[in-house]
């Protein structure tokens, strides 16, 4: 009889995807707005194109997975105890209402 518990495997996936999909997200910065054409030149002459240093983006340095799931304390509590009530046996309506949580 197959069991309706997700394996750690299919845990491990899961958490795979959702970070990758939560850094897809990330790195999707708004485009800057467009400039009207009617600006005087003096305008321009003004305006400086070096980005301050304050407004500039940080390098992407890719977070290790744990960084990643220590984050955001509340899912790391629902995962602990998604990982906990897996081992001890818990029922599988409470495990996909964890993993319904978690989304």
Known sequence: MPS?????????EALRRAREMQGRS???APPPPEK????SPQG???TSTEIP???????NRPLS???????DKER???LALLLLLY?????AELLFALFYLLI
């Not at 309706?4 to 491990?12: H, I």
């Not at 081992?87 to 029922?91: A, D, F, L, P, Q």
């Open 53 to 59: 240093k304050e407004f500039q983006a940080a390098p």
């Open 44 to 46: 321009n002459a003004e």
């Open 36 to 39: 009207s054409t009617e600006e």
């Open 26 to 28: 990330a790195h999707h």
């Open 87 to 91: 081992n001890e046996g818990g029922s």
């Open 4 to 12: 309706n518990m997700p394996d750690a495997r299919a845990v491990e």
């Open 76 to 78: 790391t509590l629902l």
């Open 65 to 71: 997975p744990l960084d990643t799931l220590l984050k």
